[in-house]
């Protein structure tokens, strides 16, 4: 199902900024048994996004309401939700009355083998870097070229995530997740003020381990530090928690602190749910 | 006008890839007395910018041709061609079945003062900085939100352009224009591999300068050399050259290679419409 400012079709105006530059945000998440997870959380991230790029997010209740038909006729997908800029004339200028497009889309929700939160996955380092961009880091806008190009850098099967790194080799993400490591019972999970994208689950996760007394820091990661890791898992909105087992032939076993964010995050999905 | 894959229609599909990522390139060219103006270049731009992100480019004989109804419809017009991934499935990830999506869209000439040709413009330092990215560093792709989020830093008309550096303070080129500097008889303008655009007619006026025996040196420009500079002007395909007469208060007088660019690029017009 696709809703364009709350109408039912699959088209969106040709000029669009969204397709012309690039000018919006979006958010995806998981719809199960008819509730869109945790989507107050995703609106205030939304909104986040929407004034780092000075767009007026659409108001809260009408969004909620169009995610609501989407929920009724979709009652397990995955959802994602758009904001552009909206239609706009020649030239990256954009007026003050612009009127940005909502744009809701929905997909099956992807099946990935129950082994990868059990046992952990296999991930590789892409070669492309992320370039540091401080006005735009950490936001989930629509221009996501470093991301398609990462992602086309492999095609085994085998392979279920790749890390990005920055131009001086540091971790940041995953092409569509976010990283978190263990040392000496320590999480830490990189800082995204430089560039990557901050998802839900991250700050999910950061929460859980507050909640629960558990160190997690936000810092600087180099890739070496990563290796050393004595645990590293990987996560977003529609995968919660992968363990990761291999890195470029580096092993880990699935530690303490993977499965207490598993259970974090469970625990809240269950109290959602109830 | 618009035409969508040959099909004159103001709309796409709400899953293409170019507004789900900004997976895809464009050009802007000038329709003249119903020609494409220097049309096989931009396809020629178009072919190798598809490369850059391993897009296959469309045909030239089935572009040139939309092209041409375009322009028979809109002879006097600004051409924007837009090739994108085409539509995927959810996720970074594309097949390589995937067809890429063609669009051309047309916009009024715009319409600068006469005085902007003929006796410069005001332009200003724009405060952000342009990410490096050598993996599409030159290319007119999709993502586009630096210059959209530069453009917006300043609303007063009599400011024509803003210039935008690197990280190191160097400068890259115009949110809309690519830039040449003159220091002692010499034309330099900076290199793209980290970042910036590519224009065609920074191209017509490198080769431009090696036809008439002027020295032209792609470099490293920093933003004092500019400052420094005996004459300034920017490039594109719809404003031509428009020599600058203030940068940031620092002021320039119309010199004698911006004139000579003028005539090289009118020269070429002008045999192209022979």
Redesign the interface.
Not at 89 to 94: A, T
Not at 141 to 152: S, T, W
């Given at each position: 199902m696709?809703l364009?400012n709350g109408v039912e079709?699959?088209?969106?105006?040709?000029?669009?900024?969204?397709?012309?530059?690039?000018?919006g945000v979006?958010r995806?998440l998981a719809v199960r048994h008819g509730v869109p997870q945790h989507w107050s959380r995703h609106y205030a991230k939304l909104c986040s996004d929407c004034e780092a790029?000075?767009l007026r997010c659409p108001d809260a209740v009408l969004l909620a309401q169009e995610v609501s038909r989407v929920c009724a006729v979709e009652p397990s997908c995955?959802l994602?939700v758009?904001i552009?800029?909206g239609v706009g004339?020649?030239?990256?200028?954009?007026g003050e009355d612009t009127v940005p497009t909502r744009?809701l889309?929905t997909?099956p929700l992807?099946k990935y083998p129950q082994t990868y939160a059990e046992f952990g996955v296999k991930v590789r380092l892409c070669r492309?870097?992320l370039?540091?961009?401080p006005?735009?880091a950490g936001v989930k806008?629509?221009?996501?070229?470093?991301?398609?190009?990462?992602?086309?850098e492999w095609s085994n099967s085998g392979i279920a995530e790749g890390i990005l790194c920055d131009?001086d080799d540091n971790v940041i993400g995953g092409?569509?997740t976010n990283v978190f490591v263990v040392k000496n019972t320590m999480l830490a999970t990189p800082s995204l003020h430089r560039?990557g994208i901050g998802g839900l689950t991250r700050d999910r996760v950061i929460e859980g381990a507050a909640r629960h007394r558990a160190r997690c820091e936000v810092t600087t990661l180099a890739w070496s530090e990563v290796i050393a890791a004595d645990e590293v898992f990987l996560v977003n909105s529609l995968i919660g928690v992968w363990p990761v087992r291999d890195i470029e032939g580096r092993t880990y076993s699935v530690g303490p602190l993977t499965r207490a964010a598993q259970n974090w995050l469970k625990q809240e999905d269950d109290a959602q749910m109830a």
């Open positions: 696709i364009v079709t699959g088209l969106v105006q040709a000029a669009d900024r969204g397709l012309s530059y690039g000018d979006f995806t790029i000075s995955a994602k758009v552009t800029r004339e020649r030239g990256y200028r954009y744009i889309l997909a992807p492309l870097k370039a540091p961009q006005a735009m806008h629509l221009n996501r070229l470093e991301n398609v190009l990462a992602r086309a131009i092409t569509m560039c």
